[in-house]
């Protein structure tokens, strides 16, 4: 949808366990206070007896202000046990993206979110380095440089947790970030962390994955952009994507084929976020397309 | 879903100018008639104004007949203006497959049938040659050779005609038919037939594409299913896929990869239709994935 | 190129140590004895200080016969240190397909060996089932049922053994065959087995690769078909090829969409081992594409 | 292979009518003047007789300077019929990217050079508009900027010609350039000047090809990189790529996705003919992978 229709609406995404009505429930509340939904796509998993929906409406004319609105879920989710989250679209999310050196996920983030692809505000580039400080000064974003050794590491992260607090962060993207975040870290940014995996999780998890791969001789590699959790390159996966290799490609050339992935499955996920298509459910996710 | 599930299901498709609540009276509907929603898919068209829904129901407990469904239906048409067509998943639809000379896509189809990734029956194979009743016959499907001459070809297309009526076919597929079928019998089979062309259409329009293809120089050879309509190789397109090719790929070897492309694009088509994911809309399709 | 064109050239595959003359040399040794080359890819791997290459050429003509190529082979091979193999177009590798109870893969080959796309003779199609008997004769390719148990697998593969001896078989293709083979069975047949896993590995090696792929919620899945070797699922990887999946599939599906995938990446492992355009370094393969 | 084993190579591309001993004839010159061959690709095109060579060799300790070389290549040329292209590794081309207001794909192509991934200098952004002037500042390149009406069209470009040959430009890659040049500037770039169109060619020629490909209805659009001739949209084809999309993509959309395709096609096919992997044959090119 345009940027501008999106503006006016306000976005629901609910899992629970089906029962019959439940759409009945939505669409009907989203009718009587005067809404029109213009995307609901809804997936009943057979197996697990989850309801997954996505439900978009325009809040032109809408009876209810946001309280209002807020007020209602909260009892249709005692009532039916739902578990949901509603964003509206005139919220623009602010993001934080963390980076060390490796300058191709920032480029392509800055650069989308310039050409209105993504609809957030960057508040802040986050580095262990200065290197990329030009980078952020070039697209007017803040740059946060905070050097790392073990001796500061805990409390640079302490302090990195401030800034993102004092900048209202909704959500904090690892673009190529070589730092290990603490458990403390990540669970506090449950959902809201997105890093860039350079292999075709559960593919050549850990260090150095293009070589990994080159020894194993793969015939395509890949990357893949997931939540982060505790558990290192385990948490849901919202995206991946691949490209084709042969003989004729060493390490190097897999690295420059990977860069492009990286950036590109990144910002997708970044993207998928950002409008709120991904519905974490256990340790998967579910990407409304 | 599995086909177990699917059987007691019905599926409704439909497309009407966009106006509030229509997503709610229908899901209305199935709840107060005791269906349970398992699958729901909608969008509106900002530009068009256009209202796109496919909605899956368990008809587990039903408290309608099929008859008092269709009546229903047919109340919300005349009110709101809905264009629609129901199916039930206990109907399994009867095919034709017209095929000449090539096997290829015919192996596909009946292949898939057989493993039930196609959920129908394949009532016959109609051939203007007899090069392939013995693969029909492998897969027990009648097979129905009508030679054609110019002299004949309205007569046997009559004949197809009639016994496509007697055995109470749904939907004709041309798997490589090299025969162009007349406007009569085109416009009878409106949006129930589905031929393979074996280019990325709109490129490569009528003979010989893998010949086009090549002097052209393209870097990539596709294959496109879509709807017959009286103009030639411009009806809407149901799916499309691709490959890529390089300088050793001569002409031969295009037509060896498009094979691959031809029967893929051309069953996943068909499945499309098949599952009624696929909505006529002018001249374009919408495919609910 | 073309069958016929095809028939009367030899293909020669060389690794070795690199050093300088070896092209000149290879070259020389085929313009000297009036044939023509017709393809050549050749490259040295700067990291390994390897040297690959596939080169064909045109009999048509030249002045030794096929003892003489070889001694002449052989002489360079004392000299240089080449590791070579040679093949002629006119000799149709017999090969063997083994096979369980499922049909996708097996069509396949047997489809594609009737349409010209695979150069080789289908000698036998062997099976722990009956259940494909039918598919091998619509073919009019012998099949070879004996059933195992604990107690006789060892004396069937005995048995199987000694077939392929008596047939004369090059290539043996497990196409979904579900028993594991001893290691003396794989030893013998070394370089000239391949199987088809449905995963894309090194992700999901082992039992149930769809449901791993369903539990761990990757977006796409993928087959491989590679060499076997003594270790299950480790052997040198031949080709790969992947399909994007969403959360509307439920693992029945992921299984439906990965026999589109088993099927291609097998036959197209095969249609790459029969062209010779593979070779074995190490844990890896060299694809000559 | 590593930029630094890359330097000291010289790279040629032959075609000409296939002869018996080219392939020797080449490759002896080589190693009786102390070269290595690093990679050679070739290919005789069975239909139309023509030889195709890429041949890369070291120059370390090679026997004969450039002079030598070329003198050597020339009396090739006179006796064999060979057209070739020669280049060596340590000579860095020098390319102007020509842009209008788009940003997305001059940032790929400044970024790639950065990164390494492009060997060239760009050694001029020339715009008919100011808007980019900060990217082409952000990457230290110098910026040109003509603006241009109907009356200073012919001037601009002359002016424009001059800048180039002052600059001493090899390659002439047009971003996204909205202006159509004249047959003279074309016919003095031919075969050294490189166009994005947005489109799946030949699909879509012309204006507005993401509207076009939206009312067709295709389930995939494209992008296409090819070299600029008289004839728009029409020149040799030298890389192409694609994206699928939905009922969810409006118009606006489709121009999203097709900004990634644009970028990432332009930016390889700049790629392949800094490489020297792009050999032009009529109208067509033969890319060496």
Chains 1, 2, 3, 4 share one sequence.
Request: glycine share 6%; charged share 25%.
């Amino acid at each position: 949808m345009s940027p501008a229709a999106n503006e006016n609406t306000a976005s629901l995404l609910v899992s629970c366990r089906d029962r019959t009505g439940l759409v009945a429930t939505l669409s009907n509340f989203v009718f009587r206070n005067g809404g029109n939904i213009v995307d609901l796509d809804q997936h009943t998993e057979h197996d697990s007896g989850l309801f997954l929906m996505r439900l978009v409406w325009s809040l032109q004319g809408f009876a209810l202000d946001r309280a209002g609105i807020e007020r209602q879920l909260q009892a249709f989710s005692s009532e039916l046990g739902l578990q949901w989250t509603l964003t509206y679209g005139d919220r623009r999310p602010r993001v934080a993206v963390f980076v060390s050196q490796t300058a191709h996920c920032l480029y392509d983030l800055l650069l989308r979110r310039q050409l209105g692809d993504l609809r957030c505000d960057i508040a802040a580039v986050v580095s262990n380095h200065s290197t990329l400080a030009g980078v952020a000064a070039h697209f007017d974003v803040p740059f946060e440089h905070h050097a790392i050794t073990p001796e500061t590491k805990q409390a640079v992260e302490d302090a990195q947790q401030r800034r993102l607090d004092e900048l209202g962060i909704d959500l904090v993207v690892l673009a190529r970030y070589m730092q290990i975040l603490s458990p403390a870290f990540v669970d506090r940014w449950r959902g809201r962390i997105i890093n860039i995996h350079h292999s075709f999780l559960p593919a050549f998890i850990g260090a150095k994955p293009y070589h990994q791969a080159w020894e194993r001789g793969v015939k395509i590699i890949g990357a893949t952009a997931h939540y982060v959790t505790a558990d290192l390159d385990q948490g849901p996966i919202i995206e991946q994507d691949v490209a084709r290799v042969s003989h004729r490609d060493d390490v190097e050339e897999l690295v420059r084929k990977g860069r492009d992935l990286e950036r590109q499955v990144l910002s997708r996920a970044v993207r998928l976020h950002l409008e709120r298509r991904v519905l974490i459910s256990g340790n998967r996710t579910i990407v409304f397309g």
